[in-house]
């Protein structure tokens, strides 16, 4: 079983930044990305930020130059850098694993840390 811990939520005004981070721990088969996503009160949860298993990022065009997203392999570790925040990123942020058993691709999340931007 695999568990995600998510840190670094909070209260920041506009243009403001925050960095999160997610540590992976328990037994990881194969793991195939990880990621952040983020779901607004009255909305569907949506992709953030990605990386695969071989680092490579890809981010949500609503974020795209503001956010990094970076993984430090040895320790199954995320970060999300956050810069120019604007309320239209308060949302609750999760991180996501993407681990392979066999063919199929099994999701594991975190609990959640929330994001507030103030205008």
């Known amino acids: 079983q695999v568990h995600l811990v998510e840190s670094g939520g909070g209260l920041v005004q506009f243009g403001g930044s925050l960095r999160l981070s997610c540590v992976a721990s328990?037994?990881?088969?194969?793991?195939?990305?990880m990621a952040w996503y983020r779901q607004a009160p009255g909305k569907q949860r949506e992709l953030v930020a990605r990386i695969s298993g071989n680092g490579s990022p890809n981010y949500a065009d609503s974020v795209k130059g503001r956010f990094t997203i970076s993984r430090d392999a040895a320790t199954t570790t995320i970060s999300l850098q956050m810069n120019s925040l604007k309320p239209d990123d308060t949302a609750v942020y999760y991180c996501?694993?993407?681990?392979?058993?066999?063919?199929?691709?099994?999701?594991?999340w975190g609990q959640g840390t929330q994001v507030t931007v103030s205008s």
């Open positions: 996501n694993l993407e681990e392979l058993q066999g063919r199929r691709v099994v999701n594991y």
């Open positions: 328990g037994s990881i088969y194969v793991l195939n990305a």
